[in-house]
């Protein structure tokens, strides 16, 4: 049986001890730099599943907020590429914008594929914000039987 141990909880800081640390310990400036800053924040690349079965591999990717018209998908020299683009939205100059919190992104994922996948009957499906693409195993040809005469 295997015990897993726990690490003792951090001593509780005072809210002024946080402010302190966050704006004396280049805490505040780490944060922005680290993570505001980068193409990654909000993820520049969507999440994505994979999962296989005897048919085949599943490829999920989270991308709402796109059209099916918006994704160009390749596959090139075993590279499954997928990728998105969407066109900025106009604004209505009779509007005035209180609060945005989202906006739309490009991305671009790659994928190697194996000797496995048959790049022939790859299907693609965009519905509720998930791009679904189905990749099918190739189906493994067995030799005829043969019966060998022994000389």
Known sequence: MTFVKFNQAP??????????????HNGFSRFLKDDVHTNDFYGAYPP????????????????PGLAKEDFKINLENKVLTISAEKAAETKDENQKQLRREFSFR??????????????????????????????????????????IVVE
């Open 11 to 24: 001593a509780v800081k005072s809210f002024g001890g946080l402010v302190e640390d966050i704006f004396n």
């Open 48 to 63: 994505v599943n994979i999962t296989e079965n005897k048919e085949g591999y599943q490829v999920d990717l989270l991308v």
């Open 106 to 147: 490009s991305f671009k994922r790659s994928f190697t594929l194996n000797e496995q996948v048959d790049a022939e009957k790859i299907q693609a499906k965009y519905e509720n914000g998930i791009l679904k693409l189905q990749l099918a195993k190739k189906e493994k040809v067995q030799d005829a039987a043969k019966a």
